[in-house]
């Protein structure tokens, strides 16, 4: 070996000793990462669904209030009839009390052809509102404030009744306050229901990800005791996903096995090729050789060869 090698291969060894260790980098935890990901899906289809959920059963009780309104609001125009003066009247009374209460929170009113409209008792000196000009020839549902402590639910439709050319206004009034405490009912067992439905989804994923992952737990511990020598290799049955990722470690382990006993069989042979020349060396130095010169010469090249060809083998 040249000095120029060994001042290579010094310099070499040198930075290998002063690099720190290396270590790969921890990107978060895998067992996290996947419940975080099915947590958020969870609540964005159980906010999406119980927000439909919410719109049907919604929809629904207010239809059942509306179709109630709308059985009385036709009873009404049925009952109607236009009297002597031209005046409406109606022929039987509906047969709902809240009708005679004043501000039962059930009302009606029939307006038109420019004469006062005719309330239900219980509207007292109220009126409901007519303003709106336009043509109800078909049923009109809306929600109204026109009274400031009542919201209402109002039913309203224009007809023209037999022996009359004018149209009139027929309506319908209840309070929203039975539909609202409907709507906060249903809703009161809907959100802890998809509440309590998101935290037992969660908790499910959770379980299903420790039981998944644990093969890998399986495999740190039997790294570790391939480490203190308890094993060469990994060879407990694992999952049909994690085997071929154990298969390729069990095979690399195997390959560095081989490089290091190919390593070992370099050194041996190094070794014994460098002992033979040594001990001429050794013994002509200690004789009274007259060609000690060419003797180390020869001894020295052979040496040399023998360096080289090991350095080409490792290099190869």
Do not use: C
């Not at 690099?19 to 790969?24: D, E, G, N, V």
């Not at 052809?113 to 043509?135: A, V």
């Not at 999952?239 to 370099?266: C, F, S």
């Amino acid at each position: 070996m040249t000095e120029g090698d060994a001042a290579k291969a010094e310099a070499a060894s040198d930075d290998f000793a002063s690099r720190p260790a290396l270590t790969s980098r921890i990107t978060g935890s895998l067992a996290r990462r996947m419940i975080a990901i099915a947590a958020l899906w969870i609540s964005l289809l159980l906010i999406g669904g119980g927000f439909a959920l919410d719109r049907v059963l919604t929809g629904a009780i207010t239809r059942n209030f509306d179709s109630n309104l709308e059985y009385v609001l036709i009873a009404m125009i049925r009952s109607s009839e236009i009297g002597p003066d031209g005046e409406v009247r109606m022929i039987e009374p509906l047969g709902d009390q809240r009708f005679l209460e004043p501000y039962s929170g059930l009302y009606w009113q029939i307006s038109g052809g420019g004469q006062e409209p005719y309330p239900s008792r219980s509207l007292w000196e109220r009126r409901l509102d007519t303003s709106d000009k336009h043509d109800d020839r078909q049923l009109h549902t809306y929600d109204s404030r026109q009274f400031p402590d009542e919201e209402l639910r109002v039913l309203e439709r224009d007809v023209v009744l037999p022996g009359s050319k004018v149209n009139w206004r027929f309506q319908i009034a209840q309070s929203r306050e039975a539909l609202d405490l409907q709507i906060r009912a249903v809703r009161a067992t809907l959100i802890p229901s998809l509440a309590l439905l998101g935290l037992g989804l969660i908790v499910l994923a959770g379980l299903q990800t420790f039981y998944g992952l644990w093969p890998l737990r399986h495999i740190r511990r039997a790294i570790a005791a391939m480490r203190g020598g308890e094993n060469r290799r990994i060879i407990a049955p694992l999952p049909l996903e994690v085997q071929p990722m154990v298969d390729e470690l069990n095979a690399l382990l195997a390959h560095n096995e081989k490089q290091a006993e190919e390593a070992r069989l370099h050194a041996g042979n190094l070794a014994h090729a460098l002992k033979t020349p040594l001990t001429v060396l050794l013994t002509s130095a200690t004789g009274s050789t007259s060609d000690l010169a060419d003797i180390v010469r020869r001894e020295a090249a052979a040496m040399r060869r023998q360096v080289d060809h090991h350095l080409a083998r490792a290099r190869a």
